[in-house]
């Protein structure tokens, strides 16, 4: 059973940086696509970035290129996103999602999910 665990959420000011960890269990993490998605109260759950199993690279939702960052480690089975110049409108319960397939924009097409961090920008 293919466990993520996030952590590195919390609350920081606009402009501010942040870095999310999502570390796998139960699987073999590099045959993965890992990615991350955001929900904000009364919005629906929507891709922030993707990385796929077979490399290449990450996706960037349009509203968080050039600030973020997707990375992955294999060997740590943790995967990472570093979020700098936060804006208010970042803020967010961010979730850490792993499929076997190729980086997918709907949530609903991910097996496996993390429990959620909560990231609150403030002004």
């Known amino acids: 059973q293919v466990q993520l665990v996030e952590s590195g959420g919390g609350l920081v000011q606009a402009g501010g940086s942040l870095r999310l960890s999502c570390a796998a269990s139960?699987?073999?993490?590099?045959?993965?696509?890992m990615a991350w998605f955001r929900q904000a109260p009364g919005k629906e759950r929507e891709l922030v970035a993707g990385?796929?199993?077979?490399?290449?690279?990450?996706y960037y939702a349009d509203s968080v290129k050039g600030r973020f960052t997707l990375s992955r480690d294999n060997a740590k089975k943790t995967v990472y996103l570093q979020m700098n110049s936060l804006k208010p409108e970042d803020t967010a319960v961010y979730y850490c999602?792993?499929?076997?397939?190729?980086?997918?924009?709907?949530?609903?097409?991910?097996?496996?999910w993390g429990q959620g961090t909560q990231v609150t920008v403030s002004s």
């Open positions: 990385i796929s199993w077979s490399g290449g690279r990450p």
């Open positions: 139960g699987c073999t993490f590099s045959s993965y696509t």
């Open positions: 999602a792993a499929d076997q397939y190729g980086i997918r924009w709907i949530a609903a097409e991910y097996d496996y």
